[in-house]
């Protein structure tokens, strides 16, 4: 298993054979660790490297990253800040320095002043024995500046509330990331 992107060709991670050993579903779920000669950093808003276990946007460095854009300078500041390459990712390492995509940072919701990541939401709905797929957007909110907004498909012969549902995520990742509302639709489009 690979990871990277256009401006960063071939790959700037990797998980290993022998990483995939052993059955562990959590590293699996894993981009892997930088390869040799890429530098990867994990930075938070300000550019600063984030801790074990948070999230920070993936930036690489290296010979193989691209200089810029073609003939697209502003395109090229916004990307290459500080040095890195930075790729729109959003990531955290565990202690073994393994890296965990969470989202991508123009996905994130800012509800009262949390980052909330959509595919962490999905993953928690999912687990849920009622809910056979979901998808979670940010809507608009006077309040919060936007709201956590589940959009849910239910198995079928499964019944669930909304109330119910955001318990559930409320439980397992706290009130910033709960759904403020549920949407149930027969299916979700997928590509």
């Known amino acids: 298993q690979i990871y990277s992107q256009s401006e960063a060709p071939n790959c700037a991670t990797v998980l290993r054979r022998h990483e995939h050993v052993g059955g562990d579903l959590v590293r699996l779920s894993s981009c892997g660790r930088p390869l040799a000669g890429i530098k990867v950093e994990l930075l938070d808003e300000a550019a600063r490297p984030v801790a074990v276990g948070e999230v920070g946007e993936i930036c690489f460095r290296g010979p193989s990253i691209m200089n810029g854009y073609w003939q697209r300078p502003e395109e090229t500041a916004e990307t290459f800040r500080d040095g890195w390459l930075h790729t729109g990712d ?102």
């Open 90 to 191: 959003m990531a955290k390492f565990d202690a073994d320095g393994f890296i965990f995509i969470v989202d991508r940072r123009k996905d994130m919701i800012v509800s009262g002043g949390f980052n909330v990541f959509p595919r962490e939401v999905e993953d928690v709905l999912t687990t849920h024995p009622a809910v056979a797929a979901a998808a979670v957007i940010g809507v608009p909110d006077e309040k919060w500046g936007e709201a956590v907004k589940a959009i849910v498909v239910l198995r079928p012969d499964a019944a669930a509330e909304g109330s119910e549902l955001i318990a559930h995520v409320k439980a397992r990742k706290g009130a910033g990331s709960a759904p403020k509302s549920v949407y149930f639709v027969g299916a979700i489009s997928l590509t």
